[in-house]
């Protein structure tokens, strides 16, 4: 039997699938890579485990050096293996999709990017590595969880109108949703609160202030309000 050292093992990274929302549209942040493989092209936040780190540092130092953010609202996805999916060797992508305000933000590119950008979910560029599949399975993941649990959120000012969550369902799920049968799910889910403030400077109009319900325990089905 050969001892343990001898066997060549797959290398593990971590891919990060980072959306955020702003002006009623969904967007992903891109890296613009600049070194090989796909130099010059555009891929998926991401970095190699280390020996010292669990996936939730790794996740953590993409993050912070590659893209200048932290305390944010992340989840693991799915673990990606296909022997060829990275022309390096046999690498091995646990992925993770993160939920930021954009406004909150000021993403900075580290060393191993010539920029990076907001993308509109439905107008991405090519994408290197497998990165196409994992965007796929990040934005079909969220879609389905806003129908049973609170997430989304992140992706809102602290306290939001009626209207602006409305929207942001609808950009997320990509389809009109009916706004009486929208309000009346949403409120019947305690999944947010009324502030008993409204919001000022809107020209004709004080739509009442929300907040998300942290206290929030039991998930509700809200899978009826995609029906137009």
Not at 195 to 216: A, D, I, S, W
């Amino acid at each position: 039997m050969k001892p343990f050292h001898s066997y060549k093992n797959p290398s593990l990274a971590v891919d990060l699938v980072v959306f955020g929302y702003n002006a009623s549209e969904l967007s992903v942040l891109l890296l613009n890579r600049n070194e090989e493989p796909f130099s010059g092209g555009w891929t998926l936040p991401g970095a190699f485990l280390q020996m010292d780190e669990r996936f939730s540092d790794t996740c953590g130092r993409v993050l912070q050096t590659k893209l200048g953010m932290d305390d944010v609202y992340l989840e693991q996805l799915y673990s990606f293996d296909e022997p060829d999916r990275d022309p390096r060797g046999r690498v091995i992508s646990v992925a993770y999709y993160a939920l930021v305000n954009p406004a909150k933000f000021e993403v900075v590119a580290g060393t191993m990017a010539n920029d990076v950008r907001w993308w509109n979910c439905k107008k991405l560029p090519a994408l290197g590595f497998d990165h196409k599949q994992i965007f796929k399975m990040a934005l079909q993941r969220l879609r389905s969880k806003i129908l049973y649990f609170p997430v989304g959120f992140q992706l809102l000012d602290e306290q939001f109108t009626m209207t602006e969550i409305h929207e942001l369902y609808e950009a997320i799920l990509d389809q009109s949703i009916d706004r009486r049968n929208f309000r009346r799910k949403i409120l019947a889910s305690a999944y947010i609160l009324p502030t008993g403030m409204k919001r000022e400077g809107l020209q004709n109009r004080h739509p009442e202030l929300y907040v998300f319900n942290k206290k929030l325990k039991q998930p509700a089905d809200l899978g009826s309000i995609a029906r137009i």
